[in-house]
C-alpha cells in the first residue's frame, strides 16, 4: 500500500541478524503488525506492537516503534533459512489494515 | 480444526468469462476480507464485510462483486469486467471484539486471465 513502505529485498548470513524497516502515515493507527508469508501460501502473524508502546519482544523477534518518525522495525535474531519468507508491515484503521509491499528476506549459508 | 479454507487454489480466467472464488472459514468471526496480492505491491483490499449481509468496497473493488448470506462465506466473483485478473488472490477474517484486529488468511487462490 502507498501508506506503508518498506525496502523490498533483504540478504542475511544464517546465523546473524535481520532488520527489517517500515515507514507508515496514518498516526491514529492504534495497532502496527508483522505478517509473514512463505512462498505460494497466505500470511500469518508474526507480532503486533500497540501504539503507545516503544518496543516488543518475542522470543527472537523484537519490534522497534518510533512513533514520532512513524518508523517501525522488526529485527530477528540468530536468522534461520525457515526465516527466508516475505515480511509485511502493516498499519490499522479500524477494520482495515493497509499493507507495505512486502520484504523478501534471503538467508544464505 | 479451525480456519480458512479458499477453493480452488489454480484458476484460469477466459476473457469474457465471470468466475467465482470461494472462501469459508470455521473460526466464527464477523468481518471478512478481500486482498488482491501482485508481485511488488503487496496486498490492496477489494472487499470488505463486517456482518451478514453487508459489505463495503476497499482500495480496487473495480470489476469484482461479492456476498454475504453466511457469516461462514464471502465468495468473490472476477466479472469480465476485471480486464486483467492475474494476481494471487487471498481471503481472511477477523474477530472484530478482539482487542487487536489479527486476520487470519487462507491459503489463496492463484487466478490468471487467459
Known amino acids: 500500500g502507498e501508506d506503508v513502505e518498506q525496502s523490498l529485498f533483504l540478504s542475511v548470513r544464517e546465523g546473524d541478524s535481520s532488520v527489517i524497516n517500515c515507514t507508515y502515515t496514518?498516526?491514529?493507527?492504534?495497532?502496527l503488525y508483522w505478517y509473514k508469508q512463505e512462498p505460494g501460501a497466505g500470511l500469518q502473524l508474526l507480532t503486533y506492537?500497540?501504539?503507545?508502546?516503544d518496543m516488543k519482544q518475542d522470543q527472537r523477534l523484537t519490534v522497534l516503534l518510533n512513533k514520532k518518525d512513524k518508523h517501525l522495525s522488526l529485527r530477528i535474531a540468530d536468522t534461520q533459512t525457515g526465516d527466508s519468507a516475505i515480511y509485511f508491515c502493516?498499519?490499522?484503521?479500524?477494520?482495515?489494515?493497509?499493507f507495505g509491499a512486502g520484504t523478501t528476506v534471503t538467508v544464505r549459508a | 480444526d479451525g480456519g480458512i479454507t479458499q477453493s480452488p487454489k489454480y484458476l484460469f480466467r477466459k476473457e469474457g468469462q465471470n468466475v467465482t472464488l470461494s472462501c469459508e472459514q470455521n473460526?466464527?468471526?464477523?468481518?471478512m476480507y478481500w486482498y488482491r496480492q501482485d508481485p511488488g505491491q503487496g496486498l490492496r483490499l477489494i472487499y470488505y464485510?463486517?456482518?451478514?449481509?453487508?459489505?463495503q468496497k476497499g482500495d480496487i473493488a473495480e470489476g469484482y462483486s461479492v456476498s454475504r448470506e453466511k457469516k461462514e462465506s464471502f465468495p468473490l466473483t472476477v466479472t469480465s469486467a476485471q480486464k486483467n485478473p492475474t494476481a494471487f488472490y487471498l481471503c481472511?477474517?477477523?474477530?472484530?471484539?478482539?482487542?487487536?484486529?489479527?486476520?487470519?488468511f487462507g491459503p489463496g487462490t492463484r487466478l490468471t486471465g487467459l
Open positions: 464485510s463486517q456482518i451478514v449481509n453487508d459489505f
Open positions: 502493516a498499519e490499522s484503521n479500524d477494520y482495515k489494515l493497509s
Open positions: 473460526l466464527n468471526h464477523d468481518a
Open positions: 496514518d498516526s491514529s493507527s492504534t495497532y
Open positions: 481472511a477474517s477477523s474477530n472484530d471484539r478482539a482487542t487487536y484486529n489479527e486476520q487470519f
Open positions: 506492537i500497540f501504539s503507545n508502546m
